[in-house]
């Protein structure tokens, strides 16, 4: 079984950055597509990025294109989701999913964390 946690959630600004990591409780996520997803209260799962087994691969929505950046460090066994020009509507919170493919939809992923909260205060 392979359980995935997430970290760096917290308060920040608006027009404020995070880094949000995601690390794998055993194994290792190296072997592993990486997609991220967030929920707002009262809201659907959504798809923030992706990023595949190439480092070079990586897919955002259009709300992520250009402010968020998912990156991944082999020597740590970790990959982070940086989030830059932080707007109220990111407040949510977020997810790294584990799966086999490079996938748009969460129920496509088969490993997922506890969630890490963000909130941007206006």
């Known amino acids: 079984q392979v359980q995935l946690v997430e970290s760096g959630g917290g308060l920040v600004q608006v027009g404020g950055s995070l880094r949000l990591s995601c690390a794998a409780s055993?194994?290792?996520?190296?072997?592993?597509?990486v997609g991220w997803f967030r929920q707002a209260p009262g809201k659907e799962r959504e798809f923030v990025g992706v990023?595949?087994?190439?480092?070079?691969?990586?897919n955002y929505a259009d709300f992520a294109k250009g402010r968020f950046t998912i990156s991944r460090d082999v020597r740590k066994n970790m990959v982070y989701l940086q989030m830059n020009s932080l707007k109220p509507e990111d407040t949510a919170v977020y997810y790294c999913?584990?799966?086999?493919?490079?996938?748009?939809?969460?129920?496509?992923?088969?490993?997922w964390g506890q969630g890490t909260q963000v909130t941007v205060s206006s």
């Open positions: 999913a584990g799966g086999r493919g490079v996938y748009y939809l969460a129920q496509n992923y088969e490993y």
């Open positions: 055993t194994r290792t996520l190296n072997s592993y597509v």
């Open positions: 990023i595949g087994l190439n480092n070079e691969n990586t």
